[in-house]
């Protein structure tokens, strides 16, 4: 009987004395923040052993991102409803997609996504990674006729979006004569669209791509298929030099 107050005791005391230290212990209350602003620039001393840590990466990251990949005749700007970038860029895909054996009948990406103009001349690698800084994975997607037309309408909507192996004209904000593959769109059919999964998920307002079925990823990321063309044109020895080709009209 002893035993068991002793230990009825000892419980009642370990919470209590608990309970009395943290009454006692003192209380941080938040009451302000000041901002401070660090500035980084070339008046910060420079720390030898910091730079001599990351020298030999950099080194190797520069030989890498210095490499040509390709020459232009010209500069290679984006514009709506049809730009040289929106072009070369639908292209590009088109062309290392079907390389790879992916089966789809459009390809497309959107001009929001074109980050920057390629400059005349020398093209390094560094450029098209800041064209395409993202890891975004080829996807295609199968729309039924009706959906299709949705797509088509979706980019007459933003103005022109770049696009390789169709043709549209944007009239009041819709699409009209359309043409695939050299063919009249027809309504009965279905085709698949190439695109990053950036897209095909909705991104960019893409709400369309949520009628597509058969999704399907393909272990090739954008910025890749990207460099591919531009390694095949540079072992052909042809520069760049896109061209206007009116494959998105307004009337």
Do not use: W
Request: aromatic share 12%; proline share 4%; charged share 20%.
């Amino acid at each position: 009987m002893l035993r068991f107050l002793n230990k009825t005791i000892t419980l009642v005391l370990i919470p209590t004395l608990c309970g009395f230290l943290n009454a006692c212990s003192p209380k941080l209350h938040f009451t302000k923040t000041e901002k401070t602003l660090y500035t980084i620039d070339q008046k910060l001393p420079l720390d030898s052993q910091l730079l001599a840590f990351y020298k030999p990466y950099k080194l190797k990251l520069d030989s890498v991102m210095n490499d040509i990949v390709a020459v232009s005749d010209i500069e290679i700007t984006k514009n709506q409803p049809e730009g040289l970038l929106n072009n070369f860029f639908a292209d590009a895909m088109y062309q290392s997609a079907k390389a790879a054996n992916i089966s789809f009948d459009i390809a497309f990406t959107n001009y929001g996504g074109l980050r920057l103009p390629l400059p005349k001349g020398n093209i390094y690698r560094y450029k098209i990674f800041e064209l395409m800084p993202f890891e975004n994975y080829l996807v295609t997607v199968k729309f039924d006729g009706a959906a299709t037309q949705k797509f088509f309408d979706y980019m007459a909507s933003k103005g022109g979006e770049p696009i390789a192996g169709a043709t549209y004209t944007i009239s009041n904000q819709k699409a009209v004569a359309i043409f695939i593959n050299n063919k009249a769109f027809d309504i009965t059919q279905s085709y698949t669209v190439l695109t990053s999964d950036y897209m095909a998920n909705g991104g960019d307002k893409g709400a369309v791509f949520y009628l597509g079925k058969d999704k399907k990823e393909h272990q090739l990321l954008l910025r890749t298929a990207i460099l591919q063309y531009l390694e095949k044109q540079k072992k052909a020895g042809k520069n760049l030099n896109p061209i206007l080709d009116e494959r998105v009209k307004t009337r």
